[in-house]
């Protein structure tokens, strides 16, 4: 009995012991690890940065809208979220055009959990219970239980609340999550409001807060194109629902909330960390229970910055207009049942700033903007090419400066003639001016089988010529990426067969095909004498102005940047410049009938026609079986003023007309545009 006693009071003494340690030594940090709080930073974001022209006029802008939100405290349970949005729905009207079947099911199960309780089987709980299955499978099979009767017989009422109850549920705890705004849908090609917040909801959700926790209203913005369609394409979309789901993981590890708004193409995502702007920080003190005790501003929000642009909307408008009046009238012809679009690109050859990138096309019987064309689809272009062929000529030894051949019909051995004209002899500038294929042709085979060519036997060449000649093309950015500053530039296409007679047809621009951007670079690179120069949009980035007739100091001015220099002789390029010349201003050639009036008086043009025979591809391609029909691209590069360019220009007109004669649609674009340009600029 004494040693029980003795052991009672050593554990007695322990245990008062402890309990000392417990109350004096740790008691403080007992009673703050009691009171303590929680700090969570939430972003609230801001409006985009605008876009301007290169004038100073705006073109995209952020319009107000009013909007209705909902805060997800920590603490919140799902049958408190499930009570308001059922309140919510009762004074709002809210589209469930975006529930899904998966989102009734859930909700299905929500609000009928006894039903959903009895879709788990004995089964399922016995194997739940050994650990054979865990509760997402559990839920899977519930949810796979549920009969398409079942789910679809929600009342128009509780999809109402479905569809806000799928909001709020997306929502990150502390951070504001859009339940209703302003929503806008293109159909047809015209913009439609899919919902809005009324003033009268904006007025009963006011009077209403203290009985719906979490809701709130707001002013949010949505990107205004103040220019209608006009190089709406280009501009890009931004997403309307928080983060695009294929790149979420990317925008969440910098620092971005799974409900911001994001670009998605083309300038509002090449530019997205310029015009996303610096979101304000809100530091939110919680107690245990999770409830904001204190919000503490952390950093102000500064929209996004601004961007100005190298084009001029007057001009680019102007451009367009002309581009939709040459469409519709020559689609008034009855060889024309293909031709659907045009391009125009209108370059500054010294800077590579791009002052118009204009393309329309045919769509659902009404012409839509299709800018984005000019550097995404590419087509077989014909004769422009030919300066290119020239040079490269003369770079490889095949010919030099003044060499003559005899333009009569080339023909190979077991093929059809590749010409039927006859010039005559003739150099290079005359084949530039007259357009001849056959002094490109006999280039061609100078430089893949040197003095092995005579009319009518076979012909082998060295099949490294194709190469020769893309290499030298692709320095002209003829076949290669311009480099310009938006995603989703296309390469165009370069043919596989390489037979003798291919490599003629590469010569004359009627193998590999080419955007209307890569002809811009091209002839600005003949242009300002053999330098490369990568297009650009944006010409300057700048810090956004409270004032808004004036425009913010500038951050970054976009320089030009040389991609490659030509290693040609200035010589030789200024031959080729002649050339080109001679084409709009000397009697014969192909283009002066339209631009000989303008040879020293209003702006000296320079540039080199196009005609390709190619082969439709277009959007009724699947109307027709087996070859695809035959069809005559258009095309013109032009240049002015020749002796000391400012503008550079590129027209194509793909599908333009079947038959072997037809318009010169391509013409007449080039010769409005450019005068255009000099009568804006005067």
């Known amino acids: 009995m004494n040693l029980l006693f003795f052991v009672a009071f050593l554990l007695f003494s322990g245990l008062i012991l402890r309990l000392g340690i417990v109350q004096i030594v740790n008691g403080e940090d007992a009673r703050r690890n009691l009171e303590r709080t929680e700090e969570v930073t939430v972003n609230k974001p801001v409006p985009r940065g605008k876009i301007y022209d290169n004038t100073g006029k705006t073109i995209v802008d952020n319009a107000p809208v009013d909007t209705i939100t909902y805060t997800r405290q920590q603490n919140t349970k799902t049958s408190e979220m499930l009570e308001v949005a059922e309140n919510l729905a009762k004074l709002i ?18 609000i009928n959990p006894e039903a959903a309780e009895k879709k788990i089987t004995k089964e399922d709980k016995e194997l739940f219970n050994e650990e054979k299955i865990d509760n997402k499978e559990v839920y899977k099979r519930q949810l796979d239980r549920i009969t398409e009767k079942e789910y679809n017989s929600l009342t128009k009422e509780q999809l109402k609340v479905l569809a806000i109850y799928r909001e709020m549920a997306s929502a990150k705890a502390l951070s504001p999550q859009i339940i209703k705004t302003k929503t806008v849908k293109s159909i047809n090609g015209t913009p439609k409001v899919i919902e809005q917040v009324t003033e009268s909801e904006v ?17 949010d913005w949505n990107r205004e194109y103040l220019f209608g369609d006009t190089l709406k394409s280009v501009m890009g979309k931004v997403s309307k629902e928080g983060l695009p789901l294929e790149r979420i993981d990317y925008f969440l590890t910098r620092d971005y909330s799974r409900n911001d708004r994001v670009g998605e193409s083309y300038i509002e ?13 809100i530091k939110n003190i919680t107690d245990k229970a999770g409830n904001v005790i204190e919000s503490l501003p952390i950093s102000e929000g500064q929209r996004g910055k601004d961007l100005r642009l ?26 024309t049942y293909f031709l659907d679009r045009a391009f125009v690109v209108l370059m500054d050859p010294n800077t590579g700033a791009i002052l118009t990138m204009a393309g329309k096309k045919f769509e659902d019987g009404e012409l839509q903007d299709y800018a984005l064309g000019t550097f995404t689809s590419s087509y077989t272009m014909g004769s422009v090419v030919k300066g290119a062929t020239v040079l490269t000529g003369y770079q490889t030894g095949a010919i030099h400066p003044g060499k003559h051949w005899e333009d009569t019909p080339v023909k190979i051995a077991q093929t059809i003639k590749k010409s039927w004209t006859t010039m005559g002899w003739i150099d290079d500038l005359t084949a530039l001016k007259r357009s001849s294929n056959v002094y490109m042709f006999r280039t061609a085979m100078e430089i893949g089988a040197p003095g092995r060519y005579s009319y009518g036997n076979s012909l082998r060449i060295d099949e490294e010529a194709f190469e020769t000649m893309r290499y030298y093309y692709n320095q002209f950015g003829l076949g290669t990426r311009t480099g310009i500053d938006l995603p989703n530039e296309a390469v165009g296409f370069k043919g596989t067969d390489k037979r003798p007679g291919f490599l003629l047809d590469l010569s004359i621009g009627q193998y590999d095909m080419y955007t209307p ?11 300002n004498g053999g330098k490369r120069l990568k297009p650009h949009i944006v010409q300057e980035i700048r ?32 031959r080729v410049q002649t050339g080109f010349r001679q084409v709009m201003q000397e009697s014969g050639g192909t283009a002066v009938g339209y631009f000989g009036p303008a040879k020293g008086v209003t702006y000296n043009p320079a540039g080199k026609t196009g005609t390709a025979e190619a082969f439709y591809d277009g959007p009724r391609r699947k109307e027709y079986e087996g070859e695809p029909p035959a069809t005559m691209n258009l095309s013109l590069v032009a240049y002015a003023p020749a002796n000391n360019p400012e503008v550079a220009m590129a027209v ?31």
Do not use: C
Not at 93 to 110: E, G, H, I, P
Not at 203 to 219: F, K, Q, W, Y
């Open 543 to 574: 810090e956004p102005s409270k004032d808004p007739t004036v425009l913010g100091p500038v951050i970054k001015d976009i320089s030009p940047v040389v991609l490659n220099t030509l290693d040609m002789k200035s010589s030789w390029i200024d």
């Open 269 to 281: 995502s090449a530019y997205e960390d310029v015009l996303h702007g610096q979101k304000e920080k």
């Open 93 to 110: 009207d809210k589209n469930d055009s975006k529930v899904t079947a998966r989102d009734k099911k859930d909700f299905w199960m929500l």
């Open 652 to 682: 194509v007109v793909p599908w333009a007309y079947q038959g072997k004669t037809g318009h010169n649609m391509n013409l007449d674009i080039g010769k409005k545009v450019m005068d255009t340009y000099f009568s804006m600029k005067k």
């Open 517 to 527: 951007m890569q002809l811009a670079q091209y002839v600005s690179t003949i242009a």
């Open 203 to 219: 007025a009963i959700i006011s009077e209403h807060l203290e009985s719906l926790p979490g809701i709130d209203v707001t002013t």
């Open 310 to 335: 190298t084009i001029n909307m007057d001009l680019q408008r102007a451009v367009e207009n002309i581009i939709e009046s040459e469409l519709r009238a020559k689609r008034g012809r009855g060889d």
